[in-house]
């Protein structure tokens, strides 16, 4: 049974940095794309980076150049670093994973708010 755990959430200022720390349990976690999402209010879900076991990475257009996601696996433990923050980045942030046979993320934490005041 997989389970995501985030942390690190919180109020900061526009240009201040967060991050975000997502544990993996319950399985192996090196066979697993790991993924952040985030859902503003009123907006659709959206994915905003993913790493895959061997550490290739996607970052959305918006967030390219700010945020750098990362993966331990010794802690099996993924890391979304999130610099510049901008008002447009307040959302709740949800870790997720998927193995790496799948196109579907099917495992997924319950979110952090991340918040950014101008």
């Known amino acids: 049974q997989v389970e995501v755990a985030e942390s690190g959430g919180g109020l900061v200022q526009a240009g201040d940095s967060l991050r975000l720390s997502c544990v993996f349990f319950?399985?192996?976690?090196?066979?697993?794309?790991m993924g952040w999402f985030r859902q503003a209010p009123g907006e659709e879900r959206e994915l905003v980076a993913q790493?895959?076991?061997?550490?290739?990475?996607y970052e959305a257009d918006s967030v390219k150049g700010r945020f750098t996601l990362s993966r331990d696996h010794a802690k099996n433990t993924v890391y979304l670093q999130m610099n510049s923050l901008k008002p447009e980045d307040t959302a709740i942030y949800y870790c997720?994973?998927?193995?790496?046979?799948?196109?579907?993320?099917?495992?997924w934490g319950q979110g952090t708010q991340v918040t950014v005041s101008s």
């Open positions: 790493i895959t076991p061997g550490g290739s990475t």
């Open positions: 997720a994973a998927k193995h790496r046979s799948t196109s579907i993320y099917e495992h």
């Open positions: 319950g399985q192996t976690f090196s066979l697993y794309v």
